[in-house]
Each structure stands twice: as structure tokens, then as C-alpha cells.
């Protein structure tokens, strides 16, 4: 479960229209943004 403090860290992502973890990237393929991404897909 995700705190209030932990959301203060977080951005918008553009492309999803979600809060955006920190070191997370959107991967366009998956359409959802995805933490310290490399290569996942």
C-alpha cells in the first residue's frame, strides 16, 4: 500500500494519467508506466 509521504516523490505521467513512481519510465508497448525499466518487454 502506497503512504501519503511516499506520493509526495511521485510525478504525472502523460501518457497513462497516473502517478508516476520515482526511476519509472512508460513503456509505450505495455501502455503503463514501469519501474527502473530495462528491456522489460
Known sequence: ???KND????TFCT???KPKPPR???CRS????V???DHHC
Open 1 to 3: 500500500m502506497v503512504g
Open 7 to 10: 506520493l509526495e516523490n511521485y
Open 15 to 17: 501518457y497513462c494519467s
Open 24 to 26: 519509472a519510465h512508460h
Open 30 to 33: 505495455c501502455k503503463t508506466c
Open 35 to 37: 519501474v527502473d525499466m
